[in-house]
T-cell receptor, first 114, second 115 residues
């Protein structure tokens, strides 16, 4: 079945450092791809998404590009802040039918220090 | 617009006891999901509703788990009896129906601890 693999954490960075969190997927079709973020004590929030190959999702300085040839959707940010400390989840969803559930990776914990 | 509401936020029970979780989705969202998130893992689907119909319950352990969404709005997820391995965060999410790109909105979750 479809699955998502993301890099193990935790990732520890200093403020203003460059961030990359790797995510690869396995899917029978052409899914939509997502990054969700879970801040301490809060629920899951959609960070960004891409619905087709070569699309770039972006939000709050984060970016990810849908790469069909490498089945990847790596999350990047040029300069992280302490407030970016959270758990990040890569996810996919089948586009063949509306309403299908998300399939998540295991999550990567990011800790940013000042 | 109010978000997805879940209660309780935390629940601690002894094993073999029953427990129930409640979810109120965003108004107008006909699709409702229950996910379970084990410690250190991503959420996994338990059941999906379209209005009051359960359209995907293939991952729901039906020997001890049950769910209902009688009027197509609020939903309840029940475990009876609870086991130690059921300790997890139970997440409810909702979305509008009909478009593959409709966003899923998540509630804060119920953290269940089974002792």
């Amino acid at each position: 079945g479809d699955s998502v693999t993301q890099m193990e954490g935790p990732v520890t960075l200093s403020e203003e450092a460059f961030l990359t969190i790797n995510c690869t997927y396995t899917a029978t079709g052409y899914p939509s791809l997502f990054w969700y973020v879970q801040y301490p004590g809060e629920g899951l929030q959609l960070l960004l998404k891409a619905t087709k190959a070569d699309d770039k999702g972006s939000n709050k300085g984060f970016e990810a590009t849908y790469r069909k040839e490498t089945t990847s959707f790596h999350l990047e940010k040029g300069s992280v802040q302490v407030s970016d400390s959270a758990v990040y989840f890569c996810a996919l969803r089948d586009r063949n039918q509306a309403g299908t559930a998300l399939i998540f990776g295991k999550g990567t914990t990011l800790s940013v220090s000042s | 617009e109010a978000g997805v509401v879940q209660s309780p936020r935390y629940k601690i029970i002894e094993k073999k006891q029953p427990v129930a979780f409640w979810c109120n989705p965003i108004s107008g969202h006909n699709t409702l999901y229950w996910y379970r998130q084990n410690l250190g893992q991503g959420p996994e689907l338990l059941i999906r509703y379209e209005n009051e119909e359960a359209v995907d319950d293939s991952q729901l352990p039906k020997d001890r788990f049950s769910a209902e969404r009688l009027k197509g709005v609020d939903s309840t997820l029940k475990i009876q009896p609870a086991e130690l391995g059921d300790s997890a965060v139970y997440l409810c999410a909702s979305s509008r129906t009909g478009n593959v790109d409709n966003e899923q909105f998540f509630g804060p979750g119920t953290r269940l601890t089974v002792l």
